[in-house]
């Protein structure tokens, strides 16, 4: 028969062990910009299956991310879109010192919905002359700020900014095109390949907006025992080669 000293001596250390035995399985919170859906769906499996608690995802714009974290969210990881978001939280000081690395990289397209007819192989100015053309908000959101850096670029804002519907985020913009409340949008490759609802019709050119790159840093408030590492996986070989099969590019 077991001692009934003993049997409470270990039924009190299970109790005190176990909140933090289960706080221990917790994955790290990961703030990531909405066109990592996939991706970082993707690699936070491949790390499960390394045996580590799963990441805890969320994804919205890095704008409104940036603003969380801001706000005092208790995340673990910060993955932006764009640089300049990454940059705010950073000045604020809440970023890990040395921690902060530049991910991934992306490219932008014109896309149409699937069921329209094909687009024709004319300028782009004549393929946007009409319609309403679905954009991330340009006024915060870093899918919007690069489309509307590279239509400025091509001569093409003026004639298109009053057609222009507007998206929370990337993924809210392709939505827009999905379901045929906009004729054309600007997205991400990876948004444009991550549908089948549209079709892909023209490359936008790389010199005409920033670099598309997303930068990825350990938050100060980072309490999972798994945050660097799981920020150093995203970064290896095998963490960059998942992000390559969504069509993303090196940064």
Partial sequence: MIDRRHFLIGLGAAAIAGPRA????????VLAAASLQESLNTAADAWARLGHARP????????????????????????SAD??????V????????????NLVGNRLVVVQPSTAPAAANLP????????????ADPASVPAGRYAQAS???????KAIAP??????????ALALVERGAAEWGVVYATDARASQRVRAVRMLPAASHPPIRYPLARLRTATSPDAEEFRRFLLSGAGRAIFARFGFTAP
């Fill in 56 to 79: 805890v995802l969320s994804f919205a714009a890095s704008s409104a991310l940036a603003r969380q974290v801001a706000a005092g969210a208790a995340a673990d990881l910060f993955i």
């Fill in 90 to 101: 950073q000045r604020r000081g809440l970023i890990a010192p040395g921690s902060r690395a």
């Fill in 124 to 135: 782009l100015s004549r393929l946007l002359a009409t319609g309403r053309v679905a954009l």
């Fill in 83 to 88: 640089e300049p978001w990454m940059d705010d």
């Fill in 163 to 172: 057609r222009v519907v507007r998206g929370e985020n990337v993924r809210a």
């Fill in 151 to 157: 239509l400025t670029r091509l001569g093409l804002w």
């Fill in 22 to 29: 289960h706080a221990a399985q917790r994955g790290p919170l």
